[in-house]
């Protein structure tokens, strides 16, 4: 069971709040237009994400979270596995998706299966949010 962030200490939150992030080149620079197209409309979304852009390693290797990746994941307060596709708007009535612009699909960004992070959801709460599965997004080809 993951600890809480008052159960650990500042340098554990810290790394909860700000986890290593990899992406690969071709997310990275959608990343940016997206967030950069959306600063002036979405500055409170827009932001964190080009945070987190900057922050992120550009580096291939082991599935991490990107535009059109399947998620599994768990939100320590409900302990239920959630499985997500972050998409760069969601379509309506498509509960299974969920925008890069959102305070989750800014979480997730970037993670890889086993990596926690500290993130705070629509209301301002803090969330601990772990990473269970990444699944790439569908090639062209299948």
Same mark, same amino acid.
């Given at each position: ?10 340098? +554990? ?18 990343? +940016? ?92 709460? +803090? ?16």
């Amino acid at each position: 069971m993951p600890t809480t962030p008052q159960a650990g200490s500042s340098a +554990e939150t810290k790394a909860l709040r700000r986890p290593p992030l990899r992406l690969n080149a071709s997310d990275l620079r959608r990343l +940016e237009a997206i967030a950069l197209n959306s600063l002036l409309r979405n500055p409170r979304v827009a932001g964190p994400l080009l945070e987190e852009i900057d922050r992120a390693k550009v580096a291939s290797g082991p599935a991490t979270v990107g535009l059109g990746s399947r998620v599994q994941f768990v939100d320590a307060l409900s302990g239920r596995p959630q499985v997500v596709r972050v998409v760069e708007a969601p379509q309506t009535g498509a509960d299974d998706e969920v925008g890069i612009l959102s305070p989750l699909g800014v979480a997730l960004i970037g993670l890889a299966a086993g990596q926690s992070i500290l993130a705070r959801d629509h209301l301002g709460s +803090e969330r601990l949010l772990t990473v269970l599965h990444v699944a790439p997004p569908p090639t062209a080809a299948g």
